[in-house]
T-cell receptor, first 112, second 113 residues
């Protein structure tokens, strides 16, 4: 029972590079979301999806893209990394309309 | 928009002390309320929840009551242990706009033996 799996665990990028953070869940959850966690600011919602083919913006969407082609996967793309995107990123999922969220173990991203 | 405010940390307590972490919220409608806990190097996990006014969520000796009149959901534990050292997040799940979950800034708790 894997739950929510995030890869990679750690990543270092140079400014301007692109990358994709992977997230997969095996619980058949309709709702998936990405958060970033920064000291003193808690978790801020980047993007979320209520089902395959449907995505929407959260509080801090700029600089990030998402897509949801299957129920299981919800990748987060950084097209041109910036130092301000240095953070810990969490993917989370749940059944639609019925909490709680199930979290992955996070990806620690450093942009130099 | 919807928001959650919780007390700043860190909170440092001795073992067996009483814990209160304050949380207030702003939301339209009637959100569900949650407390999540994060241990070092891990993702968040649900600690307890309440889905309507006057509900009390409880788990592992922790309790919180959904108070609509004061828009609060304070976390309490009668006797903390060293193993309770973690970061605690108050959160609400809006019942509109995709049912997004909004988190507070988190409160770090240190418990000394």
């Amino acid at each position: 029972n894997a739950g929510v799996t995030q890869t990679p665990k750690f990543q270092v990028l140079k400014t301007g590079q692109s990358m994709t953070l992977q997230c997969a869940q095996d619980m058949n959850h309709e709702y998936m979301s990405w958060y970033r966690q920064d000291p003193g600011m808690g978790l801020r919602l980047i993007h979320y999806s209520v089902g395959a083919g449907i995505t929407d913006q959260g509080e801090v969407p700029n600089g990030y893209n998402v897509s949801r082609s299957t129920t299981e996967d919800f990748p987060l793309r950084l097209l041109s990394a910036a130092p301000s995107q240095t953070s810990v990123y969490f993917c989370a999922s749940r059944r639609q309309g019925d909490g709680p969220l199930h979290f992955g173990n996070g990806t620690r991203l450093t942009v130099t | 928009g919807d928001s959650v405010t919780q007390m700043e940390g860190p909170v440092t307590l001795s073992e067996e002390a009483f814990l209160t972490i304050n949380c207030t919220y702003t939301a339209t409608g009637y959100p569900s309320l949650f407390w999540y806990v994060q241990y070092p190097g891990e993702g968040l996990q649900l600690l307890l929840k309440a889905t309507k006014a006057d509900d009390k969520g409880s788990n592992k000796g922790f309790e919180a009551t959904y108070r609509k009149e004061t828009t609060s959901f304070h976390l309490e534990k009668g006797s903390v242990q060293v193993s309770d050292s973690a970061v605690y997040f108050c959160a609400l799940e809006a019942n509109t706009g995709g049912f997004k979950t909004i988190f507070g800034a988190g409160t770090r708790l240190f418990v000394k033996a």
